[in-house]
């Protein structure tokens, strides 16, 4: 008799066993798609972000010339008594539509990866601190923070890298 649930059992063991296999390699499987698709997500933001603050330094370079043109034409600086001129108004208002689209990438980035909070926010205090000597004409080389922004941008690009 006992002989005869030997074999039932062992069955029901294996088959157990297989069934627990077949679960966790599922389980495995999810977690690698997921943990892919938020790699594919990331990296689709920090590419949003770079190339919003690529955009935000062309603005400010325009930004710069307009303001120069407009204190050449005027006399008068683009921004006066805490007032930016009605010239320069259209330009700003794109820098900060783009800052807006900087900052919702920011976002995304830090909630997908917290561990890249300090790049990406070094990486826009360079693009806002490049913004205000062009509106304020003050004679600084935009080389400077543009080397300054570079170097932000590939430590982004290498902290992102170390993380995989």
Known sequence: ???????????????????????????????????????DQLATA???LLAGVEE??????????????????????ALHLGKLAAEL???????????????????????????LEVPVLQLISWCLLQARPAILDQKVELSTFQKAQHAEMQALIEAYRTMR
Do not use: C
Not at 56 to 77: C, D, H, L, N, W
């Open 89 to 115: 108004t259209p330009a700003s208002e794109v820098f900060d539509a783009l800052m807006t689209q900087v900052q919702v990438a920011r976002y995304r980035v830090e909630l997908l990866e917290p561990r």
């Open 46 to 48: 920090v590419g949003e």
């Open 1 to 39: 008799m006992l002989s005869d649930w030997i074999p039932l059992m062992s069955s029901v063991v294996v088959a157990a066993a297989a069934f627990g296999g077949v679960v966790l390699t599922n389980r495995r499987a999810d977690e690698r798609e997921r943990e892919k698709h938020r790699r």
């Open 56 to 77: 935000a330094s062309r603005q400010v370079i325009s930004m710069q010339k307009a303001a120069a043109q407009y204190q050449r034409e005027t006399g008068q600086p």
